[in-house]
């Protein structure tokens, strides 16, 4: 019955009229894949000063870009590319030698043999268009295709800014670990801790799109790894497929 209402409301949430004319697919054409790999530049080079691959072609890309599904949102209007995540499911990451988280963490214990995984990395959204629209329509692909294809578990990394110090990143861990954990026989293991430093009396919220991450159901594998190149903390996340939220999904797409 679970499965049953998962379909339906995921095959809604792609078929109903949207106010934006956007569309979310998954592309092999070669300009839609260097438009992308340029929106990827722009986020993690340009806005957030990471040091990336393929930068002196004005492009994010790695190896892993050669085995995976690239996901794109494009604006039907101007053409362009306006959100982005790229796909390793099982056999794709078997090619690609290993699922990109297995570089910052170790995996072991949330990798359950007989289940089917799809990772989702480099996640980004041009800035006009993170008022919601955008993650929206790349969750309501996700949905439906986590849906389509039976598979168990969605997984990545996100990613906290460390330019402050690392106060959010140990802000966002102390919230964190206050009921969005996932249990203790699926934990992962940083490859580089964060150091940890004395936080401010002051909240400080988790950065917006992994708080939009934890209304969709999403738990935490374990502590952060440091991300040097990027100048980030990442989170490994972990979801069930039957714990998607679909109520606050169909809100960010609307």
Partial sequence: ?????LQVIAEDLLTEDQPSALAAYITQDPQDIRKALELRYRVFAQDMGAQVQGADAGIDKDRFDD????LVVK?????QIVAYSRILTNDLAARAGGFYSATEFDISQVLKPGFSYME??????????????GLGQLWGFIADYMEREKIDYLMGCCSIPTQDGYIQANASMDFLRDGYMTPENMRVFPEVAV????????????PSLLRAYLRLGVRICGEL?????FGVADVMILLRRQDLNLRYLKRIMR
């Fill in 120 to 133: 989702i990395g480099r996640t980004c959204v041009d800035q006009e268009f993170r008022s919601g629209s």
């Fill in 75 to 79: 604006d039907l209007a101007s053409g």
């Fill in 1 to 5: 019955m679970q499965q049953a209402k």
């Fill in 195 to 206: 150091p940890v430093v004395e936080i401010p009396e002051e909240r400080i919220q988790p």
């Fill in 67 to 70: 085995y995976c599904m690239h």
């Fill in 225 to 229: 790894c440091l991300d040097e190149a």
